[in-house]
C-alpha cells in the first residue's frame, strides 16, 4: 500500500440537529476538523457536551429519523452525511469500527462471543464459517484474551467487564479497519482493567497505524493515550491542540476548570478543588454569545452577546481555542473560516 | 481524633449458603476516629460497599462486631438499631434513585424529622430550609419540585440535606461522587468538606476513585477481594505505599498531565471469584513478588511505620515508587 499522506478523516462545519418535543436541539454546533493517518483525537467534555454524538455523526451512526445535519464528514474521501444504511454498511466493520462504551449492551446476549467476531468477518471478508471461526479464536488470542477457543464459546454474561471490551475490541478490529471510534472504552471499569485495556488499544493502533478518535469524560486518559485533544462544550469545540501542548499552555477557561476540579493522586491530600460553579446550558435554549460565559469568572458583556469563532494561537498555530479572553498569554491569530 | 467513633473488628460478611457462601468481606478491622474521613478503596466486587452496609447493619453481619461509640451494633435487635440509625446516615452514588420520585423535596428532607417526631411543623419547615440553603439549594424555588426537575449534582446535595437534617455522627457514603461530571464532583467535594467541619461529621468515603479518594480522606484503607490490604495516611499511603497491590492500583491511575507519562507496572489479569479465594494471601496470584510462604501463611494487618499498616509478608519497604520522582 502506497503511504497515503491525505488525512483520513474531514470534518467540515458539521451540525447535527435533534427534533425534540421542546424544539429543536442543536447537539453538534458548526464542528470542524481533520485527523491524519495514525493519529489519534481525544474528544473531552462534560456528559450532554456533543462529545458522543460528533463520533456518531462522523462514521454516520446515528437514527435518521428525527435528526437533520448539515455540514460534511469524509472518510477517505467517502462522505458520511446523508448517505443511505445500506451503503454505508460496506464501511462500517472494513474501514471504520466502534467500541461502545457498554460492552455488555453492545454485544448480543444470546449469541456466544465467537460468532459475533465470526459475523462480521463472514459478512465483509466473504470467510468461510470454519476460516471465521478460526480467525476469531485468533483475534481473541490477539486481544490478550487467555484460552481463547474456550472463551470463543462463551456468551457475554460469562466474562467480566474487561473480557467484554476485549471482545469488543476484536469486533472492531476484525475486519481491518483504518479508523476507530472509541466511546468511552474503560468507563465504568476498574483501574487495573482500564489501564490493560487502554495499553493493549495502544499497541493494536501502532501495529495497524490506526486512526483512532477517543471520546472520554477522563482528561487523565486523554492527557496519556492521544495525541490531539478537542474540548467540546455545548455542542462545539470550544479548545483543541496538540496534547502535550494543550495541557502546557491551556487557552480556554473552561479547559482550565475542567483540569482544576479533577482530583489529581500526586496532590496532598485535602487540596482544595476549585470548581466551576452553574450547569452546562440548555441546548433548546442556548444563550447568545458564548456558551460558557454564564459560568465563566472572565466573562464580560461581548463574552455574552458575541460568539467567539474557533481561531487559531499567535503562539502556536496547532492551538485553536474559541474565547475572546484566552489564558496564558494567548491571542488570536486569524478566523480559521477565513483561511479556509 | 481521640477516641474511635467506629470500631470495626474482624467483620465477616457472607452471601449465599453452605456450598454457594461467597465471604464478600473476610475479616475486616479499622477503626474511624471522631472528626475523621476514613477512605475505603478498590476495584469492583471488593466489599467495599458491603462493609458500609454491614456498618450500618443493612447486611446481615455474619461474625465480627461493629462497635459505635462504644455500643455493639451487631447484637441489637432491628427495634433497637433503628433508633441508632439516625446517627449512622448513608449517602449512595446515584441520587436520583434514591429520592422517591413522587414526593417534593421538602417533604423528602423533612422526613426523617417526622419519623423522630421532632419539632412541630414550623420548626420542621424552618430546619428544612435551612439544611437546603447550607447545601445551596434555594428552599423557595426548590421546596415544592419533585426529584425528577433536578441534575444529578442537585439531586446529590438534597441527599446530602436529607442525610444531615437528622443531625448524624458519621456518614458513609458509597461512590457518592462518581456519576457526576467532574465540575460538579469537585462541588460536591468541597461541600461535604464543608459541611464535615461545620456539622463535626466522621467519614466513611468508599470509592473506587484513588484520586477522590485521596483529596477527601485523611486515612486510606485499601481492599482487595474481601481484606483490608493497607491501611495509613493519605499522603503517606499514595507517597510509599506498603503493599504491591497498592503500588500496581497507583500506577494503573492516570494524572491529567502528559508529562508525567505511563508507568508500566500494570497487574496482568483480573481479581480471581470470591467464591474460591486463594489461599494464604488473596492477592499473591497476581502478585509480582509472591512467593511460597504467601500462599500457605494468611497475612495479618501489622503496623510498619507510624499509623501505617499492612497485610504483607514482603512489604514494599524499600522500593521507590515512580509516583514520587
Known amino acids: ?340 | 481524633m481521640t477516641k474511635p467513633l467506629l470500631s470495626v473488628n474482624n467483620l465477616v460478611v457472607t452471601y449465599g449458603a453452605r456450598k454457594h457462601a461467597v465471604q464478600a468481606v473476610a475479616g475486616v478491622s479499622f477503626e474511624i476516629f471522631e472528626g475523621e474521613t476514613l477512605g475505603l478503596v478498590g476495584e469492583s466486587g471488593c466489599g467495599k460497599s458491603t462493609t458500609g452496609r454491614a456498618i450500618l447493619q443493612l447486611e446481615k453481619v455474619t461474625s465480627g462486631s461493629v462497635t459505635f461509640d462504644g455500643e455493639e451494633l451487631t447484637s441489637l435487635t432491628p427495634g433497637e438499631m433503628r433508633t441508632r440509625r439516625r446517627k449512622l446516615q448513608m449517602l449512595f452514588q446515584d441520587p436520583i434513585s434514591s429520592l422517591n420520585p413522587r414526593r417534593k423535596i421538602k417533604h423528602i428532607v423533612a422526613e426523617p424529622l417526622i419519623i423522630w417526631k421532632e419539632g412541630d411543623d414550623e420548626s420542621r419547615s424552618q430546619l428544612v430550609d435551612q439544611m437546603l440553603l447550607e447545601v445551596g439549594i434555594d428552599p423557595h424555588l426548590a421546596g415544592d419540585r419533585y426529584p425528577r426537575e433536578f441534575s444529578g449534582g442537585q439531586c446529590q446535595r438534597i441527599s446530602i440535606a436529607r442525610s444531615l437534617v437528622a443531625n448524624p455522627r458519621l456518614l458513609v457514603c458509597d461512590e457518592m461522587v462518581s456519576a457526576l461530571d467532574v465540575s460538579v464532583q469537585a462541588q460536591i467535594i468541597n461541600l461535604l468538606s464543608d459541611l464535615k467541619v461545620k456539622h463535626n461529621l466522621t467519614l466513611l468515603f468508599i470509592a473506587h476513585d484513588l484520586a477522590v479518594v485521596k483529596n477527601v480522606s485523611d486515612r486510606v484503607a485499601v481492599m482487595y477481594l474481601g481484606r483490608l490490604c493497607e491501611l495509613g495516611p493519605s499522603d503517606d499511603l499514595y507517597a510509599h505505599p506498603l503493599h504491591p497491590y497498592t503500588a500496581a492500583l497507583l500506577s494503573a491511575a492516570v494524572v491529567p498531565d502528559p508529562t508525567v507519562g505511563l508507568s508500566h507496572h500494570t497487574l496482568e489479569g483480573e481479581p480471581p471469584s470470591p467464591i474460591n479465594p486463594p489461599s494464604g494471601c488473596r492477592f499473591r496470584t497476581r502478585c509480582p513478588n509472591a512467593e511460597a510462604r504467601c500462599a500457605e501463611e494468611v497475612p495479618e494487618l501489622r503496623e510498619i511505620r507510624p499509623g501505617h499498616q499492612v497485610a504483607c509478608h514482603f512489604p514494599l519497604e524499600a522500593v521507590p515508587v515512580a509516583i514520587q520522582s
Open chain 1, 1 to 340: 500500500m502506497a503511504i497515503d499522506q491525505s488525512p483520513i478523516v474531514v470534518v467540515d462545519h458539521l451540525s447535527t440537529t435533534f427534533r425534540t418535543p421542546r424544539g429543536p436541539l442543536k447537539a453538534v454546533n458548526d464542528v470542524s476538523l481533520t485527523l491524519e493517518r495514525g493519529s489519534s483525537l481525544g474528544i473531552v467534555g462534560e456528559s450532554g457536551s456533543g462529545k458522543t454524538v460528533l463520533s456518531r455523526s462522523i462514521i454516520g451512526l446515528l437514527p435518521t429519523q428525527n435528526v437533520t445535519q448539515t455540514g460534511t464528514a469524509t472518510i477517505n474521501g467517502s462522505e458520511i452525511i446523508g448517505t443511505r444504511h445500506k451503503d454505508l454498511l460496506k464501511i462500517w466493520g472494513s474501514e471504520v469500527a466502534m467500541v461502545f462504551q457498554d460492552p455488555m449492551t453492545a454485544l448480543t446476549p444470546t449469541r456466544r462471543v465467537g460468532q459475533q467476531i465470526a459475523e462480521s468477518l463472514r459478512i465483509n471478508l466473504n470467510l468461510s464459517r470454519k476460516d471465521a471461526n478460526l480467525r476469531a479464536i485468533e483475534l481473541l488470542r490477539q486481544v490478550g484474551i487467555p484460552s481463547p477457543e474456550r472463551r470463543a464459546r462463551a456468551y457475554p454474561n460469562q466474562l467480566s467487564g474487561g473480557m467484554r471490551q476485549r471482545v469488543m475490541i476484536a469486533i472492531a478490529i476484525a475486519c481491518g479497519p483504518e479508523f476507530l471510534v472509541a466511546d468511552e472504552p474503560t468507563t465504568g471499569l476498574d483501574v487495573t482493567v482500564q489501564a490493560q485495556v487502554l495499553d493493549l488499544i495502544t499497541d493494536l493502533r501502532a501495529k495497524s497505524n490506526l486512526t483512532m478518535i477517543l471520546v472520554t469524560h477522563d482528561l487523565g486518559v486523554v492527557a496519556t493515550r492521544t495525541d490531539n485533544v478537542a474540548v467540546m462544550y455545548a455542542g462545539r469545540i470550544v479548545e483543541q491542540a496538540p496534547t502535550a501542548a494543550l495541557f502546557a499552555r491551556v487557552a480556554m477557561p473552561y479547559t482550565k476548570g475542567l483540569l482544576d476540579s479533577t482530583p489529581r493522586i500526586d496532590a496532598p491530600s485535602h487540596t482544595r478543588l476549585s470548581s466551576i460553579e452553574g450547569r452546562p446550558p440548555d441546548l433548546v435554549n442556548p444563550p447568545e454569545g458564548c456558551a460558557f460565559a454564564p459560568r465563566c469568572t472572565y466573562a464580560t458583556d461581548e463574552c455574552r452577546t458575541v460568539r467567539p469563532e474557533l481561531v487559531r494561537s499567535t503562539l502556536d498555530a496547532n492551538h485553536l481555542f474559541a474565547c475572546h479572553h484566552p489564558l496564558n498569554g494567548h491571542q488570536a491569530a486569524s478566523s480559521l473560516t477565513e483561511n479556509q
